[in-house]
């Protein structure tokens, strides 16, 4: 898949808006809508190696666990950089980026701008509790959450990562 300047929407029940399950993906560029009158509305759902996503306004809604990126599977050297990221939902736990795995080694993540809003809401989670992601790199993110309990970064289960140069406002 390259996709490059579209705009995606899928409004009906839980669905997302791009799915890059296979590897050596590029999607940038593109206005994504998710958003449904249930939960688990993502904008972009990675589960194969090697993709990239750049550049992108992505919007998700719904009602709990929106996600603006959902990493998944064995997502190996995924890079995530310059999007803009807007996570909300008429519940809570609506996160910018979700790493729900622990094959995302090599995964880059900077300069995006995110926002989420509701309680228990995080900018990224980075968290399996499972085993040891590798080589996760954050940096130059800025990132705003709303909500009670809401974090910028929720991280576990790292080695030899790099969480750096974020700005960060709860």
Do not use: C, E, H, P
């Not at 688990?40 to 719904?62: A, P």
């Not at 499972?130 to 910028?152: A, E, L």
């Amino acid at each position: 898949l390259a996709s490059r300047g579209s705009t995606i929407t899928g409004s009906n029940g839980a669905n997302w808006g791009i799915d890059l399950s296979s590897s050596s993906n590029n999607a940038t560029g593109n206005t994504i809508r998710a958003g449904g009158a249930l939960s688990d509305n993502y904008g972009v759902q990675v589960s194969g190696n090697n993709n990239t996503i750049m550049s992108n306004t992505i919007l998700t809604d719904g009602t709990n666990y929106n996600y603006g990126i959902l990493i998944q599977g064995t997502s190996v050297n995924t890079t995530v950089a310059f999007n803009t990221i807007n996570s909300s939902g008429s519940g809570n736990k609506n996160n910018g980026i979700q790493i729900s795995t622990d094959k995302a080694n090599n995964t880059i993540i900077y300069s995006n701008k995110i926002n989420t809003s509701k309680s228990s809401s995080r900018g990224m989670q980075i968290a399996n509790g499972k085993q040891i992601n590798w080589y996760v790199n954050v940096s130059s993110n800025i990132i705003n959450t709303g909500g009670s309990s809401s974090d910028g970064i929720l991280f576990n289960a790292l080695q030899r990562s790099n969480i750096t140069d974020n700005i960060i406002t709860t």
